[in-house]
């Protein structure tokens, strides 16, 4: 049996990056660790940090207007300072949570019981459903002009202004709530536990938030952990969501991926004390069929590569869609999967060939 020998470079991609390991940890409903670092999702790990953790007293502010120069000229949006924040009107922010607890929702049944609740779907996309709970009545102190020129175009009002609130559920588990109170949560994820099945022992969770700023001079403007835009409609509930569910969900399977990597690793520092390989054929390729289901999963099922209807129909939505994935590295993400993935395959096919080999050779 042949010894497993990784390469710098294999070690550095079968090592999760620290930014998506944070977004992991803190999506566990679990008491956080005060020592363990924390860094806003724009600022990943870099030679900045490392800066500033070394020089507390430099002027964050400086680092924010460099890094905001840069992301204008890569979206054509605008980072909002920490001066310019200050005067953001809160009324107008948004909460958005992602859930994940379950490996698939029963839609069908899901509407049947909320038919009231149910929004008819503006595109061919079947794979989730939008339910709106709440007194559809804005608050006539808000701009009323504003609201017509949105039904004028077909957009649908926006949601300043109303006590509205919306869960989009995806079929693969995800749910994304908008403009839901910190105690009614619960109350809007039994809703569709009911409906679930294939539930998992934690709950996965991430937060981020959306602004309504009518008078913003540009139609979308990013900042730390929230997007600002004019109006949030329907469309764009499902635009964000789409990316937030499938963000949730692949945090999910990108831990089963590590936990195969972690016991064929266990294997191969077993062969290099006693030269044999232990495992048993059938647990073998069990794991592999484990990892090829997850691969399937995430592609076919949570549609990863699929470009949002919405976003192919309006500009506007398709900005905000490529920066989100962008947001939350979901390219990324999925090709340190893929790779963890091949890497499986390559352990499997030569666990029972009999030449020295190096990962190296077979995988980049």
């Known amino acids: 049996m042949r010894l497993i020998m990784l390469t710098p470079r294999t070690k550095t991609i079968l090592t999760p990056s620290t930014r998506t390991f944070r977004r992991n940890f803190s999506t566990l409903f679990k008491k956080p660790n005060p020592n363990f670092p924390h860094f806003?999702?724009?600022?990943?790990?870099?030679?900045?940090?490392?800066?500033?953790?070394?020089?507390?007293?430099?002027?964050?502010?400086?680092?924010?207007?460099?890094?905001?120069?840069?992301?204008?000229?890569?979206?054509?949006?605008?980072?909002?300072?920490?001066?310019?924040?200050?005067?953001?009107?809160?009324?107008?922010?948004?909460?958005?949570?992602?859930?994940?607890?379950?490996?698939?929702?029963?839609?069908?049944?899901?509407?049947?019981?909320?038919?009231?609740?149910?929004?008819?779907?503006?595109?061919?996309?079947?794979?989730?459903?939008?339910?709106?709970?709440?007194?559809?009545?804005?608050?006539?102190?808000?701009?009323?002009?504003?609201?017509?020129?949105?039904?004028?175009?077909?957009?649908?009002?926006?949601?300043?202004?109303?006590?509205?609130?919306?869960?989009?559920?995806?079929?693969?588990?995800?749910?994304?709530l908008f403009n839901v109170r910190d105690h009614e949560v619960d109350g809007y994820l039994k809703i569709v536990r009911e409906h679930s099945s294939g539930l998992l022992p934690e709950m996965r969770k991430d937060e981020y938030e959306v602004r309504e700023k009518p008078t913003l001079n540009t139609w979308m403007q990013s900042g730390l952990d929230y997007i600002m835009?004019?109006?949030?409609?329907?469309?764009?509930?499902?635009?964000?969501?789409?990316?937030?569910?499938?963000?949730?969900?692949?945090?999910?399977?990108?831990?089963?991926?590590?936990?195969?990597?972690?016991?064929?690793?266990?294997?191969?520092?077993?062969?290099?004390?006693?030269?044999?390989f232990t495992m048993e054929r059938k647990k073998l390729f069990?794991?592999?069929?484990?990892?090829?289901?997850?691969?399937?999963?995430?592609?076919?099922?949570?549609g990863l590569f699929e470009r949002s209807d919405i976003a192919w129909k309006d500009a506007k939505?398709?900005?905000?869609?490529e920066y989100l994935r962008d947001e939350f590295e979901l390219t990324q993400r999925f090709a340190s999967l893929d790779f963890k993935l091949k890497f499986v395959e390559v352990l499997r096919l030569e666990s029972s060939s009999s030449s020295p080999f190096s990962t190296a050779n077979h995988i980049g």
């Open 40 to 176: 806003p999702r724009w600022l990943s790990p870099s030679p900045t940090v490392s800066f500033l953790q070394r020089n507390p007293q430099f002027p964050l502010s400086k680092c924010i207007s460099l890094i905001s120069s840069s992301a204008a000229v890569d979206w054509g949006v605008e980072v909002v300072g920490l001066d310019e924040e200050d005067d953001i009107n809160e009324a107008s922010i948004i909460p958005v949570r992602a859930f994940f607890f379950s490996t698939s929702v029963d839609l069908k049944s899901l509407v049947e019981q909320n038919k009231q609740n149910f929004i008819p779907p503006s595109s061919r996309m079947t794979n989730y459903v939008v339910l709106r709970f709440g007194d559809f009545k804005p608050d006539p102190n808000e701009s009323v002009l504003g609201d017509a020129m949105l039904l004028s175009q077909g957009l649908g009002s926006s949601i300043r202004g109303t006590d509205c609130c919306y869960m989009v559920v995806f079929q693969y588990g995800s749910i994304v």
């Open 229 to 276: 835009l004019q109006y949030l409609n329907i469309d764009g509930i499902r635009t964000i969501g789409s990316v937030l569910g499938q963000s949730i969900a692949l945090d999910y399977y990108v831990r089963q991926v590590d936990g195969i990597v972690a016991e064929f690793t266990d294997i191969n520092r077993g062969m290099e004390k006693t030269g044999t």
């Open 286 to 302: 069990q794991l592999v069929g484990k990892a090829n289901s997850n691969l399937a999963d995430v592609i076919l099922r949570l």
């Open 317 to 321: 939505f398709a900005q905000i869609w």
